[in-house]
């Protein structure tokens, strides 16, 4: 099978490039990429005016798959994703049993395989059971392809476990992903603030996450291993991150959509589809999230998707569930926000949810050179999108971008060659 | 005026609203003291105490006010209802609304859940606390006591002092009192009282002697053991000391007919001493006959302004 996209706009940050020009994929890989390709082709797309873009690779979304199947399974969450633009994602270990041996990854690779219809790398927790006493099974998960470990929705409290992860995992090309936050210091349902005190709520102050971030990037520091820091929230973590690149650690960070397109203040009642972890912080904190991605300090986009049922949603804000479903907002939000916003190009935006996810997974994708496998986004990145909650794929309704206007349509995904989303619509 | 479903907060209510309250609540302790007043205006009226958490004053205040206007008044034993099955709060709220009843009365550890609640049930909701949050039948039965002895709210010194942060009295008299133009001041320890609580529109300090000069009202909050988890000061010995009023720092710098109040239970010696709960500027106990009045003219107004609710399908 043979697919020529001509006349789209070919946005390839790993090559630099950025030009109109057409697109030959022959089987699953990228066969051609130049102006005026004349090869006869099985399927033709005519993508004047398009964005063609490396399938987006979103590394923290969670898919609920095994045990927590009334929130989102690898069949739903994966084609939330291929709607989204997405091609591959990570998904997270905090499943029911917790992804912590190689059964479990050889599980979700074989229900991906399945059911999945884009690309599932599943990661590993870190302790057994997430229980931050005694470490898992590293080694083995990494040999039956876990891409990264990651203790997820909570730090590893004894640093000297912690240490001793990130120094195992190296063995192993593992990254280890993090979630900051000191436990002690979140006992809250929103950013600790005016707006927590105006409504009643308790806080969950920046120093929760700033004090991990600083303790992680010393501890990965000291054994000169990878860090990749999850869902940075605040301007102070930011700062650390910055300075912590100038000593040479070797750290990457992740920002979400809504942490760079909202702020405590739109929180107004006790909506709990507003509430998350890490919260929405300060109007302050947001800016510096997207000061942090203009000037590289933080270098990937990455949803944590986190779906749940309406009912752990639609009950008291305090008692919900933290978190939101991304997987199909985030690149309209990350045009309009980011690109219209005047913050980043659509070649440096497209990188941070591209080539840049690919790096810190050490993995070969997330690029439209010849010969790659075929994993390739079509976007109209003129089109009006105002989320429409119920038409979404995904499983899960929590989100608070309902009726939010953003910039952007998803037309195609093409995974290893094969379209598995047209003209906006899932083909399976 | 008050055109309202539910009760939820005085952060909402506008100045009209507040003062149309108070001004039933006169009319309605009348109906106290002199039995022969008790009414059956409400007779057609069904009410429930839904409590999560415990109350002694509240409830039998809730309750008698329904009692005293003839309403039919229930409570649901949380402890010993479904909700110990798991049932959530949405689900006992509607389970309640297709029983008839008209006017649901919730007490909740989570802020919010008074919200949540009236937003999924015809019934009016009165909120009787909920989490950190608001406690606004408290708060008005506070203002309805100042109002009874000052005469006023404009320019009144009104310091509450204790522990601020978990209080949901404290924030609620802050949103009502600030709203009639009385100035307040929030006082305790740095780690009970947040600056930030300064968006409510009042003044925070830890210095007492400062939060009480030229004080009209003083009003202590008794420390909530039970929400605390990493003890905020020293021990009580150094609270009482520090933090505490007795006689003495009244004398020196509160006004003379300063007024002060509690909204109970009290920890005696601990926020005030008990020269102080039980002296002669002290209105503690009018504060509870008052409750009631407040509660009464609270429940006319919803049922009257709810005509949805209590089974109407």
């Known amino acids: ?428 | 005026m008050f055109r309202r479903k539910d009760l939820l907060g005085l952060r909402d209510l506008s100045r009209e609203e507040i003062m149309t309250i108070l001004e039933l609540a006169a009319e309605m302790k009348q109906k106290i003291d002199d039995p022969s007043l008790r009414s059956t205006e409400l007779k057609k009226s069904s009410i429930v105490t839904l409590f999560y958490e415990n109350s002694t004053r509240t409830k039998m205040s809730f309750m008698l006010a329904g009692d005293y206007l003839g309403a039919m008044v229930k409570d649901l034993g949380v402890s010993t209802s479904s909700v110990n099955k798991g049932e959530s709060l949405i689900d006992t709220g509607m389970t309640l609304d297709q029983m008839g009843i008209n006017v649901m009365i919730i007490r909740h550890q989570l802020t919010g859940a008074a919200h949540i609640l009236a937003k999924n049930v015809k019934a009016s909701v009165v909120n009787a606390g909920d989490g950190s949050n608001e406690h606004p039948t408290q708060a008005l039965l506070d203002l309805f006591t100042i109002l009874e002895y000052k005469k006023r709210f404009e320019g009144l010194n009104v310091t509450i002092l204790g522990d601020i942060s978990h209080s949901r009295v404290a924030r609620s008299n802050a949103f009502g009192l600030t709203k009639l133009g009385a100035n307040v001041t929030l006082a305790g320890p740095s780690t009970l009282v947040s600056n930030s609580m300064k968006c409510l529109g009042v003044n925070v300090t830890s210095d007492i002697p400062a939060a009480i000069s030229n004080a009209d009202v003083v009003m202590g909050l008794r420390i909530q053991f039970e929400r605390q988890k990493n003890m905020p000061f020293p021990n009580l010995r150094e609270y009482s000391s520090l933090f505490g009023v007795n006689n003495e720092l009244l004398k020196k710098y509160a006004k003379e007919d300063v007024l002060i109040m509690h909204p109970g239970p009290v920890n005696r010696g601990v926020e005030l001493a008990s020269e102080v709960i039980d002296g002669k500027n002290s209105v503690i106990n009018i504060q509870v006959k008052n409750g009631v009045a407040v509660r009464m003219a609270i429940l006319k107004l919803l049922t009257e302004s709810n005509v949805q609710g209590g089974g109407a399908q």
């Open chain 1, 1 to 428: 099978m043979k697919i020529l996209i001509k006349n789209g706009r070919i946005i390839d940050p790993a090559n630099n490039i950025d030009k109109i020009a057409d697109l030959l994929v022959d089987g699953d890989k990228i066969a051609k990429v130049a102006e005026g390709i004349t090869d006869e082709a099985d399927k033709v797309i005519d993508a004047a005016d398009k964005w063609v873009i490396p399938g987006l690779i979103d590394l923290h979304v969670h898919l609920r798959d095994p045990g927590y199947e009334h929130k989102e399974t690898i069949a739903t969450g994966t084609r939330a994703g291929a709607m989204g633009g997405f091609t591959t994602v990570c998904a997270m270990p905090n499943t029911d049993p917790v992804t912590d041996n190689e059964i479990l990854v050889e599980y979700i690779k074989m229900k991906a395989a399945r059911d999945g219809v884009i690309n599932v790398l599943p990661i590993g927790a870190i302790t057994k059971g997430q229980q931050g006493s005694e470490l898992a099974d590293i080694g083995k998960m990494a040999q039956v392809g876990a891409c990264a470990i990651s203790e997820d929705g909570k730090s590893v409290s004894n640093p000297a476990l912690m240490k001793n992860a990130l120094r195992y995992a190296k063995m192993f090309d593992l990254p280890v992903f993090d979630h900051c936050e000191e436990i002690t210091l979140a006992k809250g349902s929103m950013n600790a603030g005016d707006r927590a005190s105006l409504l009643g709520l308790k806080g969950i102050s920046n120093d929760s996450e700033e004090l991990i971030v600083a303790r992680d990037m010393i501890l990965a520091g000291s054994v000169k291993a990878k860090i990749h820091l999850c869902h940075i929230s605040t301007a102070e973590s930011v700062i650390q991150i910055k300075q912590a690149k100038e000593r040479g650690i070797a750290v990457t960070a992740e920002a979400t959509p809504h942490h760079f397109t909202l702020s405590e203040e739109d929180i107004t009642g006790y909506d709990a589809n507003f509430k998350m972890n890490p919260p929405l912080r300060s109007k302050k904190d947001a800016e510096a999230i997207r000061q942090a991605l203009k000037d590289g300090t933080i270098e990937v986009i990455a949803t944590d998707h986190a779906p749940h049922h309406t009912d752990e949603k639609n009950c008291e804000f305090e008692k919900a569930a933290n978190g939101i479903i991304g997987l199909e907002t985030a690149l309209p939000l990350g045009i309009k926000v980011l690109v219209e916003g005047g913050w980043l190009t659509p070649s440096e935006l497209i990188a941070k949810m591209t080539v840049n996810p690919a790096r810190v997974l050490g993995i070969d994708k997330g690029t439209l050179g010849e010969g790659m496998t075929a994993d390739i986004t079509i976007v109209d990145p003129n089109a009006e999108n105002i989320f429409d909650v119920s038409k979404m794929a995904s499983k899960a309704k929590n989100t608070p971008f309902g009726g939010y206007k953003a910039k952007g349509k998803v037309l195609y995904t093409i995974v290893s060659g094969e379209t598995v989303v047209e003209n906006g619509k899932l083909l399976k």
